[in-house]
């Protein structure tokens, strides 16, 4: 089946700008996360969603990052007044916890330019 | 947080040769996933290994829980299996993942 889905792939935004990144989780997988890769430091988590129960959004690193997850299934990251140290790659997971094992598959990322 | 560290950093191996990637955590963890990072930066599922052994092909896995470690083994390693491996723990099986810093691959021809 299709794997989890992430758009835009590349997105190059002024400094200052609000963007709006995608995921399509794998369909039928209720848990849903955020995790950005950049140079400085590596791979980490931002926040997941499963089902209905509250986000947990302990890795947000600023009032500034927030995401929704609408009927369940897809999601969009949204950044604020984008700043040159938000440039990443922002990386979208989906799992079934409710079939185990709680193995976590990923997008393809979405590769984020501040100018 | 739990702390996750692996070695060696880096790693430049002869094709056919074999490796082993080490994985240790800081504390008791209920989800342990090994990756592999291609050069187009997608994340590959390689094994879902909270304990145990796994196997899959040239790849194998050993996760010992008690010891808080786990080993990443590629035999007759190929120049495809270039890229950087990464091992991610989780205290609750099916919450975060805390991702290593990884392990830089390169196999020669």
């Known amino acids: 089946g299709a794997g989890v889905s992430q758009s835009p792939s590349n997105k190059v935004t002024e400094k200052g700008k609000d963007v709006e990144l995608r995921c399509d989780p794998i369909?039928?997988?209720?848990?849903l996360y955020w995790y950005r890769q950049s140079l400085g430091q590596g791979l980490e988590f931002l926040i997941y969603?499963?089902?209905?129960?509250?986000?947990?959004k302990s890795g947000l690193p600023s009032d500034r990052f927030s995401a929704e997850r609408t009927g369940g299934s897809v999601s969009t990251l949204t950044i604020q007044r984008t700043q040159q140290e938000d440039s990443a790659v922002y990386l979208c997971a989906s799992s079934s916890p409710g079939q185990g094992p709680y193995e976590q598959y990923f997008g393809p990322g979405t590769r984020l330019t501040v100018t | 947080g739990i702390q996750v560290e692996q070695s060696p950093p880096d790693l430049i191996l002869q094709e056919g040769a074999n490796s082993t990637l080490r994985c240790n955590f800081s504390?008791?963890?209920?989800?342990l996933q090994w990756f592999h990072q291609n050069p187009w930066g997608q994340l590959i599922n390689l094994f879902y290994?909270?304990?145990g052994t796994k196997q899959n092909g040239r790849l194998s896995a050993t996760t010992v829980a008690t010891e808080r470690y786990s080993l990443l083994y590629i035999s007759s390693s190929q120049t495809t299996d270039s890229g950087v491996y990464f091992c991610a723990v989780g205290v609750d099986s099916w919450g975060k993942l805390q991702f290593g810093a990884g392990t830089q691959v390169v196999v020669t021809p």
């Open positions: 969603f499963q089902g209905n129960s509250a986000p947990d």
């Open positions: 369909s039928g997988h209720t848990a």
């Open positions: 290994i909270p304990s």
């Open positions: 504390d008791s963890v209920n989800n």
